[in-house]
C-alpha cells in the first residue's frame, strides 16, 4: 500500500506535468465558485442595507398616514374633502396617546419650502413637528438643541436642520444661532440633527424641522383644514405589543372616523412587518442568485470528470505497470481521486477570491455594504471539494479497475 505522502506527490507530478490542462479543467470550479460567492454577497448586502434602511426610521415604530392602501400596494385616498389625504387630525394623536402600550405619538406636517441663507438656496423638505418627534424616530441631535413644547405652541420662528441641508447651507461656518429664509419670512437656526444618511433612495438628512404650528400657520399654506396633519409616528412600548397596538390604533381610528374595515381612509404602516417581509424577500432572491450560479459549478464539475477520463486513457500504460509493480486497486483509486479533489478544491479557493473580489465591486457599485459570511465562504470551499470527490470517483473507479495485463498491452 503506497504512503499517503508518496500518493500526494504522484498527483502533484501528474497536475503538473500539464499545466495549462489542469488551469483549464478547474477554470469551470474558478467560475462557478467565484459566481456563488459574489452573488450571494450581493444578495445579503442588499438585505443588510434594506434591513439598515428600515431599523434608520425608527424602532417599534407605526406609521399612520392619510388614505387606504391598495391591493397592489399604492396608497389611495378617499372621497371626500380634501381627497381624503386630509383625513388625519391632531385630536386622532392626542386619542391614540392614551392608547395602552404606546411610548410616543408624534404628529408631523410635511411641506417643500425654498431654504436660502448666505446666497445660497436649497429645497429640502420640511417637517413640522413636535418635540417628540425625535424620540418616535431614535433621533440625536448633533449640535444645539430642540425646540420644547412651549416654543411649539407659540409657533416660534426657530428650526433644526438636517446634516444635508446645513453642509450644503453653511459650508464653511456654524449653523446653529445662524438665521434662514423660508417664504418670505425668517427663522433662526438652534440645532443639527445627528446624520442618519441614506434610506433607499431617500436622504434622510435632507430635512428641516421646525415646530408643527409655525410650519401649519407660515410654510404648508392654508389649503384644507387647519387641524390636520400628513403623518402620525407612534411608537410601541416594546416590539412584543406592536402588532396588538396596531390592531387598537386602527379599531379607534375607524371608531373615529365612522369607517368599516375595508373602507378605512387611512393607513397604519408596521415597520416591524415590513422589515420581515423585506428580510423574506431579498432572502428568497439570494437563495435563487446562489442557486442559479451553483448551476455553473456542476458544469465545473462535468468538465473534471471529462478531463479525468481523458488522463486515465492517456495513463493506461503507466497504470498496467504500477500494477504489475505491485500497486494495489485502492492505490490507483485514491491517486485520482487525490487530482480531481485537488483541481476542485483550488479551483474552489481561488473562486473564493475572484468571488469576493467581485462582490467588493458590484456593493461599491450599488452602495451596498459589503457581507461575505465566513460560513457561506466555507460551503463554497467544501461544496467545491465535493464536487471533485463525485465528479472524480468514476475516471479513479474506471482507471482503478483496470487489468493491468490488458494495460500494458495498450499503445
Request: aromatic content about 4%; charged content about 20%; cysteine-free.
Amino acid at each position: 500500500m503506497m504512503r499517503t505522502s508518496d500518493l500526494v506527490a504522484s498527483a502533484g507530478r501528474a497536475l503538473r506535468a500539464n499545466p495549462m490542462r489542469s488551469a483549464l479543467t478547474a477554470l469551470g470550479v474558478i467560475i462557478g465558485v467565484a459566481s456563488v460567492v459574489a452573488m450571494v454577497a450581493l444578495g445579503s448586502g442588499a438585505q443588510t442595507q434594506v434591513e439598515r434602511s428600515i431599523a434608520s426610521l425608527g424602532s417599534n415604530l407605526l406609521i399612520v398616514v392619510p388614505g387606504a392602501m391598495r391591493g397592489g400596494g399604492g396608497v389611495r385616498g378617499q372621497a371626500g374633502a380634501g381627497g381624503g389625504w386630509d383625513s388625519l387630525t391632531i385630536n386622532d394623536a392626542e386619542a391614540i396617546a392614551q392608547l395602552e402600550n404606546v411610548a410616543v405619538v408624534a404628529p408631523s406636517q410635511r411641506a417643500r419650502a425654498q431654504v436660502i441663507a448666505n446666497g445660497l438656496n436649497w429645497n429640502p423638505e420640511v417637517n413640522g413637528v413636535t418635540p417628540d418627534f425625535l424620540s418616535a424616530r431614535d433621533w440625536e441631535i448633533a449640535q444645539g438643541r430642540m425646540f420644547d413644547e412651549t416654543e411649539e405652541r407659540q409657533a416660534r420662528r426657530i428650526v433644526v436642520l438636517g446634516n444635508t441641508v446645513a453642509e450644503n447651507l453653511f459650508p464653511n461656518m456654524d449653523p446653529v444661532g445662524q438665521t434662514v429664509r423660508m417664504n418670505g419670512g425668517a427663522y433662526e437656526v438652534i440645532g443639527i440633527l445627528e446624520s442618519k444618511g441614506q434610506s433607499g433612495f431617500q436622504d434622510q438628512d435632507d430635512i428641516v424641522l421646525a415646530p408643527l404650528t409655525t410650519v401649519k400657520r407660515r410654510i404648508a399654506g392654508r389649503r384644507g383644514r387647519g387641524d390636520t396633519v400628513s403623518q402620525i409616528s407612534v411608537k410601541a412600548e416594546s416590539e412584543e405589543v406592536l402588532n396588538r397596538l396596531q390592531e387598537d390604533v386602527e379599531n379607534l381610528l375607524r371608531q373615529r372616523h365612522r369607517t368599516r374595515e375595508g373602507e378605512d381612509d387611512f393607513t397604519v404602516q408596521n415597520l416591524s412587518s415590513i422589515s420581515e417581509t423585506m428580510a423574506q424577500t431579498t432572502g428568497v432572491f439570494t437563495a435563487l442568485l446562489g442557486g442559479i450560479s451553483a448551476v455553473s459549478l456542476l458544469v465545473g464539475g462535468i468538465g473534471i470528470m471529462n478531463i479525468m477520463l481523458v488522463s486515465v486513457t492517456e495513463r493506461t500504460r503507466e497504470i498496467g505497470l504500477r500494477k504489475a509493480l505491485g500497486a494495489r486497486q485502492s492505490d490507483i483509486l485514491n491517486q485520482f481521486g487525490l487530482e480531481a479533489v485537488t483541481l476542485s478544491v483550488a479551483g474552489g479557493i481561488i473562486g473564493l477570491v475572484i468571488g469576493v473580489a467581485g462582490a467588493w465591486g458590484m456593493t461599491t457599485l450599488f452602495n451596498l455594504p459589503l457581507v461575505v459570511s465566513p460560513l457561506n465562504a466555507g460551503l463554497a470551499i467544501a461544496f467545491s471539494g465535493l464536487v471533485g470527490v463525485v465528479f472524480g470517483a468514476y475516471p479513479a473507479w474506471r482507471a482503478a479497475k483496470l487489468d493491468p495485463i490488458e494495460a500494458l498491452r495498450r499503445e
